[in-house]
């Protein structure tokens, strides 16, 4: 019971220290407004400039620094693409001329070899032409 009793004194001389000592604001009770006072708790035009172009100029670095890293994103990526599609149209350019030439075998029976039909069109051709025609001065 005399715990109590003590632990109830602490309890209120806390309370007392803290309702005493409690943080109070600077603004003054008194509520006349006067230019002094005024330019203790506000901030001049010239200072609202400043501290309006130091942000600006902050939020323009900033903006910059942003595009140029996504400006090099993309274009690492653009080229990236532009590798793997020009990577592809070769490959398949490449893989129609080997099948128009003969050297790859036709695809699904589609057969473009063109190589056969000029052989045997130019052989027909020159198999037409008399020889005399061919080297007159013979």
Known sequence: MKSDIIDNKNKSTMIRQLITEF???????ERTVTEEKIRKYTYTKDEVDA???DAVKEAVEEAVKI????MAKHNRDATVISMILGFTTLALFVDGLLRMLGIIPPFMDLDVNILDKIETDIIDKIKQVPIQKVWPFR
């Open 23 to 29: 943080p109070l604001t600077d603004v003054p009770k």
């Open 51 to 53: 501290l309006i172009a």
């Open 67 to 70: 595009d140029e890293a996504s």
